[in-house]
């Protein structure tokens, strides 16, 4: 049986951390940091991250509001709406919270976010610098999942690391965080679930990261014996939260597991807090 892998309780350092230094910051500069979440239309998963990020926020002392936006806006005032926020001085970090409509192409709006406000590290030049092995501010759920891993001490040296996911918020940005901790990475998607392949890989990963946003896409039974498995996915079943992974048959297999929720979720959160407090700190210095 698996020892479960707890973000609440993986959490509580940094929240400390980062509570002190908000406190601080705040008081000698007489602001406080301020997030702003852009949101279009309605989403299960995004509404419970809503939900997280304002209570944290508020735990923290850092400003959160939310720009909801209605399900049909046009691109370019999904534009208009970013650069109203770039544009204005007491903003600190903004995140374009997903999923957009069909319509709205994440990596195109998101050039349009102020580098200097991404709270995420998904603009282009930001996503860049997470290539070079030399970025800051990286995706929050791709390093909560390696900031999990290293809490429960698992090896990344050398180990077969699996992805499931390649979107451009987790699967793609942790796949640069496993490479530069030298596990060998292997991110799976659409295609490979097409071709039949995904469970020859899964069966095969030391550590298995699933970001896909399906409940039961990866069957217990596929999990290799003593393998280490982390379940990015939030999805709503009835009022209850699960993940992607079939959680009891897994559990039965893996040597490490997190559970949904109390997994990867609360790291997540605070790590767009502590996104946000390196944001307000490059902005302090470069104001003096
Ligand atoms: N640009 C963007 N970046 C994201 O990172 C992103 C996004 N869009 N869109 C929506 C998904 C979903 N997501 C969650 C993060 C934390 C919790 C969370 O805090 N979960 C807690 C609380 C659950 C509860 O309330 O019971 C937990 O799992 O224990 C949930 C969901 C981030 N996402």
Redesign the pocket.
């Known amino acids: 049986m698996a020892v479960l892998m707890e973000g609440?309780v993986a959490v509580e350092h940094l929240r400390g951390l980062l509570k002190d230094e908000i406190a601080s910051l705040s008081a000698r500069h007489k602001r406080r940091p301020e997030l702003r979440c852009i949101v279009v239309g309605r989403n299960a998963?995004?509404s419970?991250?809503l939900?997280?990020q304002a209570k944290v926020a508020q735990e923290l002392g850092i400003g959160h509001a939310v720009v909801a936006l209605p399900e049909d806006i046009r691109p370019d005032d999904l534009i208009g709406e970013i650069a109203a926020l770039n544009n204005d001085p007491s903003v600190t970090g903004i995140?374009?919270?997903?999923p957009l409509p069909s319509g709205i192409d994440l990596e195109k709006a998101a050039s349009f976010i102020l580098p200097a406000r991404d709270a995420?590290g998904i603009h282009p030049a930001n996503l860049g610098r997470l290539v070079l092995g030399e970025g800051r501010i990286a995706p929050?759920?791709a390093q909560a999942c390696i900031e999990l891993l290293h809490h429960y001490q698992v090896k990344l040296y050398g180990r077969e690391a699996v992805v499931v996911g390649h979107s451009s918020?987790v699967g793609k940005p942790l796949s640069l965080l496993l490479l530069k901790e030298f596990a060998t990475t292997t991110v799976c998607h659409i295609a490979t679930a097409e071709a039949h392949k995904l469970e020859d890989h899964v069966r095969r990963a030391h550590v298995l990261i699933v970001a896909v946003g399906k409940p039961g896409v990866i069957k217990g039974e596929w999990i290799a014996p003593g393998a280490v498995v982390i379940d990015v996915g939030?999805n709503k079943c009835g009022e209850s939260?699960v993940g992607d992974v079939e959680f009891e048959a897994a559990r039965q297999k893996a040597s490490f597991i997190t559970p949904?929720?109390?997994?990867v979720?609360?790291l997540?959160?605070m790590l767009l807090m502590k996104n946000i407090c390196e944001l307000f700190k490059e902005s302090l210095k470069l104001q003096s």
């Open positions: 609440r998963a995004a419970v991250y939900k997280s995140l374009l919270q997903c995420e929050c759920t918020i939030i939260l949904v929720p109390g997994g979720g609360p997540t959160v």
